[in-house]
């Protein structure tokens, strides 16, 4: 009798948490979003989803609370945070019955241009948790969102990541993979105290090297979920500073000429090397030629323009990357000084280059 009476009550509790539906109505725990200075960042990614999971598993109580409360307030303070700059966002959640619309997983929000107030209503249709755990479902739903992005996708896992098929997780990333290939970005967010997940966790995290892996309870305090969305979503603002590069078209050329000159070269290779010194940082060039008044505008023109053509093949013949570079000429519009005398001409015979380097914005 006994022991009936013990199967009877473990198969009511199975059967609750197979439903999915907790005592107490979900209310979000107190939390006050951190105001990210939206002038210092511009976004990382084109494009991020959230998938929440809304399994069975989750129902399990953490710190005397369901990981699935959990899991939404970590969504919830996530969507607080997040400032509207324009990428694309979604919201899936996956598990199976009622609580996902008897899908695998369920599309709440999205895709769209991310807007707080309805990924706040998307998320609202969350309501319980119930039945498998089918990540690779909702992985493959979130991914497949965004197969028209360009740039950096996120995929943002929240879940206690118990009872998960591997195999079938690792095959829908591998589909990914093929279509993002190194601009797809997962990252993970563990619920509850599953310790046997780590290995998963961790492989998720590392693809293409672009990934992080945090426990929900870090996630705590707006300063750390401030953190968080500024390295998963945000990266630091960058200003542009020019620093101008004037050589003589005296020293470059002969007169009336586009050829470079010994002497010329010798100058922009000492230029060239200071460049690719820099490296990366080195985002844009500028390279404008200009002459005296002597002469028609027209040919003018013409003849900035080829010399600070030649300027530039001679630059990217040296290894300067030729993307950066831009090429115009101004013809005599823009003397330093008057075309009045010999000296004042010779001066205004010249080359700008004009070098961007890129830095941190204040």
């Known amino acids: ?15 609750a948490l197979l439903a999915g539906c907790s005592s107490t109505p979900y209310s979000p725990t107190p939390f006050t979003a951190a105001d990210i200075n939206t002038s210092a960042y511009v976004a990382r990614v084109d494009a ?3 998938v929440l999971d809304a399994s069975s598993s989750m129902n399990y109580d953490t710190d005397d609370r369901p990981n699935f409360y959990t ?4 969504a919830t303070h996530l969507n607080d945070t997040i400032p509207e700059m324009g990428y694309k966002a979604a919201l899936v959640g996956f598990g199976s019955g009622k609580c996902v619309n008897s899908e695998d997983a369920m599309v709440v929000y999205g895709p769209v241009t991310y807007q707080r107030s309805d990924f706040t209503s998307g998320l609202s249709k969350l309501e319980c948790a119930g039945g498998v755990t089918p990540m690779a479902q909702g992985i493959d739903v979130a991914g497949g969102a965004f197969k028209n992005s360009t740039g950096k996708v996120a995929l943002i896992l929240i879940s206690d990541f118990w009872e998960i098929n591997g195999g079938a997780v690792t095959a829908a990333v591998d589909q990914l993979k093929a279509v993002y290939g190194s601009r797809l970005c997962i990252h993970t967010i563990k619920v509850g105290d599953a310790y046997h997940t780590s290995d998963m966790i961790a492989g998720l995290a590392g693809i293409n090297g672009c990934g992080s892996s945090v426990d929900a309870g870090s996630l705590a305090s707006a300063a750390a979920m401030e953190n968080y969305v500024t390295d998963v979503l945000l990266e630091p603002a960058t200003a542009v500073r020019y620093e101008k590069n004037t050589l003589s078209a005296s020293a470059l050329f002969d007169h009336d000429k586009s050829i470079l000159k010994e002497e010329g070269r010798a100058a922009l290779h000492e230029l060239d090397e200071s460049i690719k010194a820099r490296g990366a940082s080195v985002v844009d060039i500028d390279v404008i030629g200009h002459t005296d008044s002597d002469g028609t505008e027209e040919y003018n023109m013409a003849l900035s323009i080829r010399r600070a053509e030649a300027v530039r093949d001679y630059m990217v013949s040296e290894g300067v990357s030729a993307a950066i570079i831009d090429v115009s000429g101004e013809g005599e519009s823009n003397p330093i000084v008057s075309n009045a005398t010999t000296e004042g001409r010779a001066e205004n015979r010249r080359v700008d280059i004009h070098v961007g380097i890129k830095e941190p914005a204040n």
């Open 1 to 15: 009798m006994e022991i009936s009476l013990r199967t009877t009550l473990l198969g009511l509790i199975s059967t």
């Open 71 to 74: 899991a939404k307030d970590v």
């Open 48 to 50: 991020f989803a959230v």
